[in-house]
């Protein structure tokens, strides 16, 4: 198994300086005990309806800023970790959508990091954080259909040889690499930026992979810290 290293644009620095991440590669296997996410999930829940990380505010109003920094509104698209919080403390939970995914969002709620999901096996080439042009193309839905269209120019992007993977930085995800449990090659990225602590996010990836390993036993995995200040 190759461990997916993702590329990061040296301009990325300037926009989030100290941004660090965590990048986990799974080839996966049987899923055997799928409930152990709908668990993690629903007491992930219950988790922040009672409490936050001491530094869990902090972070989101630095992800705030750094989406102002290449122009997306925070309020109206902000961070996939925030938006789940803004979900749960409206409606008390969260809907289960497929183990894998249930897995990784009780992580995000759990550690208020945002957490990135990818089937690995339909990427092209290599993941790559970079500003966009305005002339990459990413696949979304809209009113059931699947469209195509553009980020805007100066937007923070994930994205692979073929086009755009995720919009706005870990806003929103595309449809080509969208996760589920039948994956056979899984990747994920959880982004973190300095108010949330080294250790903290290194105990998230550990959480998230102690989960996929209590579901798929047979999994093999592998995590690598992604620094820009090295």
């Known amino acids: ?45 219950e988790s922040l309806l009672a409490s936050r990380p001491e530094w869990g505010e902090t972070h989101f109003t630095a992800w705030a800023e750094v989406f102002r920094r290449f122009g997306a509104k ?17 409606g ?18 759990m550690y208020g990091v945002p957490i990135g999901g990818e089937n690995y096996g339909a990427y092209v080439g290599m993941p790559h954080l970079t ?22 120019p100066g ?32 990747w994920f990225i959880l982004e973190s930026l300095p108010p949330m602590p080294l250790e903290a996010l290194q105990a998230a990836a550990n959480d998230l992979v102690e989960g996929l390993l209590q579901m798929m036993p047979d999994a093999r995995i592998a995590q690598h810290l992604i620094d820009t200040r090295a």
């Not at 799974?26 to 829940?45: F, K, T």
């Not at 925070?74 to 409206?90: D, F, G, I, K, M």
Request: proline share 7%.
């Open 92 to 109: 008390g939970s969260l809907p289960t959508i497929d183990p894998v995914v249930d897995l990784y969002n009780a992580t995000s709620l």
């Open 131 to 152: 500003i966009a042009d305005g002339s990459e193309r990413f696949d979304t839905v809209k009113e059931g259909i699947i469209i195509q269209e553009s980020p805007a």
């Open 1 to 45: 198994m190759s461990p997916v290293l993702p590329r990061i644009d040296p301009r990325i620095a300037e926009i989030a300086p100290g941004f660090r991440a965590i990048s986990i590669t799974v080839a996966a296997g049987p899923l055997l005990h799928p409930d152990v996410a709908r668990a993690r999930l629903a007491r992930a829940c």
């Open 74 to 90: 925070a309020q109206r698209t902000p961070n996939s970790a925030q938006a789940l919080y803004q979900r749960v403390q409206r």
């Open 155 to 186: 937007e923070v992007i994930w994205r692979d040889e073929q086009g755009v993977t995720c919009r706005r930085w870990n806003w929103r995800q595309g449809v080509r690499t969208r996760l589920d449990a039948t994956a056979q090659q899984m």
